[in-house]
């Protein structure tokens, strides 16, 4: 086996490991229970998704804000570095709003808002959103499937 055979092997395994490394961060799941019904989200890859994780498991009191989303406030300010300056939130999207430094999970579609960064988006339990009332929760990361 000559050298450049041996480096061009080590360099397919290096893209292959860095490939599923990728895979394995954007398929990262968290989960909490709200109202008796789990809550899953997939989240994205970037920084305030990457702080937000570091802080699991996390307890936090989610309050209803304007009839469109539930709010918690977190122990400290997440990264928004590489984030757009503003996103048009959707009913189902985990986000983060740099302004206020709280956690929003959207349960209606709402306007253009600047500082808030998308972290992810819920794929099982959205309808518990919709219940109205306070709620403490603790959010865990979730074992990918």
Do not use: C
Not at 25 to 36: R, S
Not at 94 to 103: C, F
Not at 124 to 133: I, R, S, T
Request: charged letters at 20%; a positive charge; glycine letters at 6%.
């Amino acid at each position: 086996m000559t050298r450049r055979t041996i480096l061009l092997a080590a360099s397919f395994i290096l893209v292959g490991a860095a490939a599923y490394s990728q895979t394995a961060q954007k398929t990262m799941k968290i989960k909490f229970t709200l109202n008796g019904t789990p809550v899953v989200a997939i989240l994205e890859d970037n920084a305030a998704t990457r702080d937000f994780l570091a802080l699991l498991p996390l307890k936090v009191k989610l309050e209803d804000y304007a009839a469109t989303e539930k709010i918690a406030y977190l122990p400290s300010k997440l990264s928004t570095l590489g984030a757009p300056s503003a996103i048009n939130p959707e009913a189902g999207d985990v986000t983060y709003y740099a302004p206020w430094g709280n956690l929003a999970l959207f349960h209606k579609d709402f306007r253009r808002s600047p500082g808030l960064v998308k972290l992810g988006r819920i794929v099982a339990g959205f309808d518990a959103l919709k219940v109205a009332g306070p709620s403490d929760i603790t959010i865990e990361r979730a074992t990918a499937q």
